[in-house]
């Protein structure tokens, strides 16, 4: 058996889970709040940021001693997830929330692909699989919603180049995660997201201050201090393949959450598609 076909720890899967099961509410909570859609993004980093910084500290980091690139590092992956969240965010008011989740977790292919390049080795048979099932459930899932409207194809496109940008901080983040413990990096990285997004929700005209905070606090605690802070756990210690067919945990807590508050029905493919993912993660969990 080969370290690629061990099972991973069952602590960072079960993270990984829960990261992705908190991130997939971030879209209703954007679509909740009275701010623009920038403009929530840069509040769901402020409001979180304290927090994290206290929770990092509280765990023994100090915040020197650090070379100067991994400085860079975290400080491009912050500026890498500024720019996720205000495409994202931007697209989630322009197309379908399923779209918008697919188009969005498009890091699902990338990284994991990103992880075959760096280690210059092909997928096992098991893991090849798990990825066939993951992709064909995706497109299962949400084949009753995704649709290639016209209306659609600025928000479509929106949350494609965030699916991109995201696999890039996912990139950079690992390669902080090799020398740096979670908390610290996700603190450093989410201060480095700040200043960006307040500067593009400017430019864009967009209204900066709320009337009404629960949605957006909603969406600092769920998707930035558990979602992502359980995304940067399992980071440091999941392979990309792993981490990437998780995220389609996303698309199905998603459809979910139409379900419940959208009236959007489940259909038959959507069911199918959810069993697949859910074999998928099974399949990589279980390793060979």
């Known amino acids: 058996m080969t370290a690629a076909d ?4 069952a602590r960072a899967f079960v993270a990984v889970v829960i990261a992705n099961i908190a991130l997939a509410f971030g879209p209703w909570f954007v679509r909740l709040a009275d701010t623009g859609p920038v ?3 840069f509040w769901r980093i402020t409001l979180a940021a304290p927090l994290l910084v206290v929770m990092a500290l509280g765990s023994g980091w100090r915040p020197h001693g650090l070379a100067r690139g991994l400085w ?3 400080a491009l992956a912050g500026v890498c997830f500024a720019a996720d969240l205000a495409s994202w965010h931007i697209g989630i008011l ?3 929330l399923a779209n918008a ?3 969005g977790n498009s890091a699902t292919l990338i990284f994991p692909v990103y992880g075959f390049v760096v280690a210059r080795a092909l997928p096992s048979r098991m893991q090849g699989v798990a990825l066939l099932f993951a992709c064909v459930g995706a497109g299962l899932l949400m084949g009753q919603s995704y649709q290639l409207d016209p209306s659609h194809l600025a928000g479509d496109l929106f949350c ?3 699916g991109v940008l995201y696999a890039a901080y996912f990139i ?3 390669r902080a995660r090799e020398t740096m413990p979670p908390l610290p990096a996700l603190a450093l990285s989410t201060l480095a997201s700040i200043a960006p997004l307040l500067l593009f929700a400017i430019l864009l005209g967009e209204r900066i201050v709320p009337t009404q905070w629960g949605a957006l606090i909603g969406l600092a605690l ?3 201090v558990l979602g992502q802070g359980m995304m940067i756990y399992a980071l440091g210690k999941l392979s990309p393949l792993i981490v990437g067919i998780a995220l389609l945990v996303q698309p199905v807590v998603a459809a979910t959450v139409g379900w419940i508050v959208y009236d959007e029905r489940l259909g038959l493919a959507d069911l199918a598609g959810a069993v697949l993912v859910a074999a998928a993660l099974v399949l990589v969990r279980r390793g060979r």
């Open 101 to 103: 989740t697919l188009f």
């Open 160 to 162: 494609l180049l965030a």
């Open 94 to 96: 322009q197309t379908t």
């Open 172 to 174: 950079l983040m690992a």
């Open 222 to 224: 769920a998707s930035q």
């Open 72 to 74: 860079v590092t975290v």
């Open 39 to 41: 403009a929530s993004a």
């Open 6 to 9: 061990h099972p991973p720890p």
